[in-house]
């Protein structure tokens, strides 16, 4: 009886710290998006790999990843099906052909989708037209933690060469942090051949923010240089924003579990005597 009653307690201490540990993100892996099943037919058909989504510059799809909005009014930023398909096809966009240029996909650095696998997103990090992509999260509780985690990578577009810099800029209730920047081993200023600039690989990240109210903005801003021709992008996928559970919770799980094995312990010194 003992064993059983320690047990039912933690139990439901593990219970308390997963409903606190609730991811309160939607669409966090960004496989959701308003594309009809038509819509995504016809992209297949021909030979698109994703779209661009933003809210300017008579933009085709505009805001059609659900839960987030790609704010400004020439925010350029990609949707990508994630399936492999964007190592060598174009993201259908305003400057993809007929439209204008081609190359609207990662370039040939690009090593592939984020540990989180499927769909993700590219945000342009040129200054004139980066926009933060953003969501409203509710259900917090003021003055408890927050981990913000995300997988994020820095490269750049196939019909571009050279850029200098990039980084994620992420705020959460007016309260910022950053990635920091990566630095590109062929900028522009040293770049006789005419190199694609690198791809850095997938990383995961994780913040701490304090909530202040119970409701709030988090915000993914993409910042390079140069700008114009050069633009870095940044890759984002895998969003997760979770309550850190109190130490005082892990305390008394780890009491819990001490004393299921002292009383494993004494069953088995009963049984051999």
């Known amino acids: 009886m003992r064993f059983l009653t320690i047990s039912a307690l933690v139990l439901a201490l593990g219970a308390g710290s997963a409903a606190e540990a609730a991811n309160l993100i939607t669409n966090g892996d960004f496989s959701a998006t308003s594309l009809t099943g ?39 930023n990609l949707w990508f099906f994630g399936d492999g398909s964007e190592k060598t096809k174009d993201a259908d966009t305003y400057y993809s052909l007929p439209h204008g240029e081609a190359g609207q996909r990662p370039n040939s650095n690009y090593t592939g989708v984020s540990p989180n696998g499927g769909a993700f997103v590219v945000l342009d990090g040129d ?14 509780v003021v003055g408890k933690q927050y981990d913000l985690s995300f997988y994020w990578s820095a490269g750049e577009l196939a019909d571009r060469k050279g850029y200098v810099s990039d980084r994620l800029d992420v705020s959460f209730g007016g309260d910022g942090q950053t990635t920091g920047d990566f630095f590109n081993t062929h900028p522009y200023t040293n770049n006789p051949g005419n190199l694609d600039g690198d791809f850095k690989g997938w990383t995961k990240v994780d913040m701490i923010f304090t909530a202040h109210t119970t ?9 390079g240089t140069p700008a114009a021709n050069l633009p870095p992008v940044a890759f984002l996928d895998g969003v997760s924003l979770s309550m850190v559970p109190e130490p005082a919770v892990w305390g008394l799980m780890l009491l819990g579990f001490g004393g299921i094995g002292a009383a494993i312990r004494r069953r088995r010194g009963l049984a051999a005597a």
Not at 127 to 140: D, E, K, R, S, Y
């Open 38 to 76: 038509g819509q995504i037919a016809s992209l297949t058909a021909h030979n698109y790999s994703g779209v661009e989504f933003g809210a300017g510059q008579g933009y085709i799809y505009g805001n059609v990843v659900t839960g987030w909005q790609s704010n400004g009014a020439s925010a350029f």
């Open 127 to 140: 200054p004139g037209f980066n926009g933060a992509l953003t969501q409203t999260v509710g259900g917090l």
């Open 215 to 223: 409701s709030q903005v988090l915000s993914f801003l993409s910042v």
